[in-house]
């Protein structure tokens, strides 16, 4: 953070604070340049940083003033249907997403990456430290395709917090939720195959349904409840689907936590039409509300769920342990387990065991929960304070992701290359979907939430108002002067 | 190691030192209860042993004498061609051998297992422990879906071993070699595309090819040169052929080095008929000859041959790093790798590139090749003292498996059941063909070499030999009399 959004960040948080009042006159430039020891520039950059982000107001030769609280953005509403299966087209964004090489200068504001600084995960690394530091020749040995036991028992065991009654044995160890997920669609369907799933919907499983040959079917999506039942009954109705693929908690990227009858109506159509289920819980754990939801697969009676999680989100990505629960297809999970790789690194299994078995999971689950909550209602405001007064957000229920809808006229692809050269990365709404919809949306991540997160968010809403403009939207100024009244229209 | 099979060792190397010369009289039961202070039946157990291995004879009456010393087994020959391209139809003998759980009581003689106990791998252990105590984010954190560039660089250097001149920027790390051959496989070929292999082959390759859908077509191999190019030639000329897999250096399981000519024959080919070479070089390392072979990718001069390797051999197979350099098909690739695991796991990552920059590699091959060379030896010659003199053995030029290839009668999958009693697991040889050839074959393992891994041996060997004189064969006893007969015969 540079000595502008410092300044910037303090004048914030006074206005936030209550000790400047709506309407009232901020500190002239002459006396902040005085009271900081800072240049006139920093103070003016300061200032015109409040300003872009709708917090204050400039008046000539009056001075800057405290503008009225801005409402957070409403959520956004369900999407329209599709009418038939297709092949995944979208690949160039998420390789351009997920394989650039992190640059430490860049902000990647789009990443599904939590927060990995807390202290309550310091007893991980010291595990991770002590199991190479025994020389144990288990580490550096082959495990058992399975993977280890220990680690699936406390599995099993903290399976029980979402009320999925699972053995050790219905587990298989994967290289995170990805070898989860790649292994549950390979066990359903072949090439060819219709994969139903939620829209927008995480672009890693689109891809693995695009590399396996298989179709997908977008389902609209309610972003507070989820899948649309009617769509998908309609759906299931009209074409030969193989199994429905939802994240019913912590939804990515929509952040919604199904209710619990929605899920049992959704294992019923299931049943009905004898389709399996594949449900990806990877953010599961981070439901803000405790105890979380049952999963789907906690309803499961006849197998049909395969149910995929990791430790990626709630801990540490970097450890690529996940697992599937695969029910009645738990030997096509083995076999696909096996070619896929091998089996899964032992030395992070065993770390990982010993951590949750001592008991620091849930204290550092407690803690994320706490600080992801308090994130989102802080980026919610930052997303109020800096974008265009036309933008939806969601309101996540758990994770770190929050979606954002904007006017129709945006287009979120060149949103980002415009970006790259201000130092911000998003995720551009198609990523999320097999064909490109969704163009006027973007992901962002709250996992951290400080000023340098709040500048690059106030970069992009200005992008986005930028971009409107030229567009032929009303400018940013009106918009912004317009609020009010463009909430009242909706 | 028991009482019993301790004295056993214990003559051997007398009778192996020539202490006790062929023809010998060896000291009497009473002598040796006195001198070892045992009991008579460990004695005569310790005799049995020695017995059964074929190393000495009983004479009623007279005592025990030291039997003329046994020539090694001669190589196999070249196996029949197949007719066609046919879908894999063995996973039971995989999944049984690869999905238990290891017991600590049964002795795996057919795993593909390294020695991991050697001293030269500490310093690996220091920098995974090291990573972990730094509490560096970067451990905990989402790698790039290419793989850490430090790692890529030092794969880059030791490639330039095999005369590979790769660019970091050409490898993508994976986890494990099981997940580059899955890579390169889905990256040649879709459902139904044939993919021509040496056979016997890796079972793992085969199963990737099952489970994509793809058809083999198995060719011929001699076990001390590779696959037959003129039986491939013919079988590209007939079908519609889209990759060639094969593993030239360190074989598995047959354990020949391809020369180099038969390697640039076999490229030359496949660019004749402008098919895919997928190079499995993941034992190459450990070729006992130094410098080792050049790889076929270090022939590649259009992007043809896509190399795949790993640590998981040289070095210890529980991190799950390998590496794939896909060529022309770097872009499919690095989708398959996406879709498949999304990111390579980061800590282990980090503690190679270090353990290989700061130069404990290269002393680690030595040692491991030398260790690797002289338990081949001391694998061939238990093989001659404890198996039917109708036992063929390759001689492995690097890696530490050796191929036996029994009498016609021998079921080897039928043996792996009675060796379970006897908690002794061999890999039976239709494991590594797509329909079950090489019935009379197993594979051994002889990454370590002591009395219990010769007593293992003695168990399989024994059982090979009841079996066969279950069959119908010349009993055990008139076996090793007429070694040298049936030798000659052949």
């Known amino acids: 953070m540079n000595r502008y959004e410092r300044l910037a960040c303090e004048l914030r948080s006074r206005i936030e604070e209550g000790y400047y009042q709506a309407g009232e006159r901020l500190p002239s430039v002459r006396d902040l340049v005085e009271a900081h020891r800072v240049s006139i520039s920093t103070v003016q950059h300061a200032y015109q940083l409040l300003e872009s982000g709708g917090l204050i ?49 860049t902000f990647y504001l789009g990443r599904g990456m939590p927060d990995i600084d807390a202290p309550t995960l310091r007893p991980l690394l010291r595990a991770l430290s002590r199991h190479a530091r025994r020389q144990s020749l288990v580490t550096l040995n082959y495990d058992s395709l399975q993977g ?31 070898e989860a997920i790649s292994i549950a669609m390979r066990a359903v369907g072949e090439p060819g195959a219709i994969i139903a799933v939620d829209s927008p919907s995480f672009y890693g499983s689109l891809q693995a349904i695009r590399s396996y040959g298989m179709k997908v079917m977008e389902i609209p999506t309610d972003p507070s409840r989820g899948i649309s039942l009617d769509a998908l009954e309609l759906a299931l109705e009209q074409w030969p689907i193989r199994a429905i693929q939802v994240t019913p908690s912590c939804n990515n990227p929509l952040g919604y936590g199904m209710p619990l009858e929605h899920r049992r109506a959704l294992y019923a159509l299931a049943q009905r039409f004898d389709v399996m289920i594949i449900e990806d819980d990877v953010y599961g754990d981070l439901e803000y509300a405790f105890p979380r939801q049952p999963t789907i697969k906690s309803l499961d009676t006849d197998g049909r769920v395969l149910l ?138 709250y996992a951290t939430f400080d000023p340098q997160v709040e500048a690059a968010v106030a970069r992009v809403g200005a992008e986005v108002a930028r971009m409107l403009e030229e567009a032929g939207q009303a400018p940013l100024a009106q918009l912004a002067e317009d609020a009010g009244a463009a909430e009242a229209a909706r």
Chains 1, 2 share one sequence.
């Open 57 to 105: 107001e400039a008046r000539p030769r009056s001075g800057h003033f405290v503008r009225p609280r801005r409402e957070r953005p409403p959520p956004p509403s369900i999407g329209r249907a599709m009418q038939r299966p297709v092949e995944v087209s979208q690949w160039d964004q998420v390789r351009e997403g997920t394989c650039l090489l992190p640059n430490s200068k």
């Open 148 to 178: 280890q036991r220990s680690l699936r028992e406390q599995i099993a065991r903290l399976a029980l917090g979402a009320e999925s009654h699972l053995h050790p044995d219905d587990l298989v160890i994967t290289t995170g939720c990805h």
């Open 308 to 445: 995929c999680g990791s430790f990626s989100k709630a801990l540490a990505p970097g450890l690529r342990i996940g697992w599937i629960a695969p029910g009645r297809h738990f030997e096509r999970a083995m076999h696909m387990k096996y070619v896929g790789t091998g089996s899964t690194a032992t030395h992070a299994q065993l770390a990982l065991a010993d951590f949750i078995e001592e008991g620091h999971y849930d204290p550092h689950l407690r803690r994320m929960r706490a600080q992801y909550l308090r994130n989102r209602d802080a980026m919610l405001d930052a997303v109020a304070a800096h974008f265009p007064a036309s933008t939806y957000a969601t309101r996540p229920q758990g994770g770190f992701l929050l979606w954002l809808e904007c006017a129709p006229e945006l287009d979120s692809i060149a949103l980002n290359q415009r970006l790259t050269e201000q130092k911000v990365r998003i995720a551009p709404g198609p990523m999320f979907s097999a064909v490109g919809k969704h163009r006027n949306c973007l992901r962002i991540n």
